[in-house]
């Protein structure tokens, strides 16, 4: 019995299946490398202060976005990219700069935000469960991403005393209160964006 025709059939095989992998992976680089450049594109949404070298931008509502909308791993993964691309040069951060700024370890505390949206994007309520149920759902979102944002500061402080050296009450006026109440609208707005299905 002649069986030569059944190494061919295993050896097409092989391809068609790992054709999936590779759409998933290629779907995966997109999505990853589409939060970076959000990250990159809204934080340019800036404005300077004379008594800071931290600008007030749209970068935190982008990690957040990012993270509540791709997950969790998927916006660390896109924190990660947008730094890496600070770090290496690439015109990435507020007013198309670059570089290890003092302000980089609030870039840093992006990754700690969008880990925890991706747990708030992932909080939903399943259709009639109920008012009550939605509105626990909305209040865990909400208080989940402002405890992301808050995440925000603590290497972004860190990183800013190390490279001022300044003392920490200047360092608060300089890196924490100006941006308190900003912050706190763009937690609530980031809670209002929903996950595709197709991203769960």
Not at 31 to 36: D, P, S, W
Not at 93 to 105: C, E, K, Q, Y
Not at 133 to 151: C, E, F, N, W
């Amino acid at each position: 019995m002649n069986t030569s025709p059944r190494p061919a059939a295993r050896v097409q095989a092989a391809p068609a299946a790992a054709a999936p992998r590779v759409r998933r992976v290629a779907r995966e680089a997109a999505l990853i490398t589409g939060g970076a450049a959000a990250i990159a594109l809204i934080g340019q949404i800036a404005l300077p202060l004379p008594f800071t070298p931290v600008p007030v931008t749209l970068g935190t509502l982008a990690a957040l976005g990012v993270g509540g909308v791709l997950g969790s791993r998927r916006g660390l993964a896109a924190v990660a990219l947008f730094a890496a691309a600070a770090a290496l040069g690439a015109p990435v951060l507020a007013g198309w700069n670059s570089g290890v700024t003092a302000s980089f370890g609030y870039v840093l505390g992006y990754g700690l935000a969008a880990l925890l949206a991706g747990r708030a994007g992932a909080t939903s309520v399943s259709r009639g469960a109920g008012v009550m149920a939605a509105l626990r759902a909305s209040a865990v979102r909400v208080g989940l991403m402002l405890v992301a944002s808050a995440l925000v500061y603590v290497p972004g402080l860190v990183w800013l005393k190390a490279a001022t050296g300044a003392s920490w009450g200047a360092v608060f006026a300089m890196g924490l209160a100006p941006f308190v109440i900003g912050d706190l609208l763009k937690s609530f707005a980031a809670a209002l964006l929903p996950r595709p299905t197709a991203l769960r």
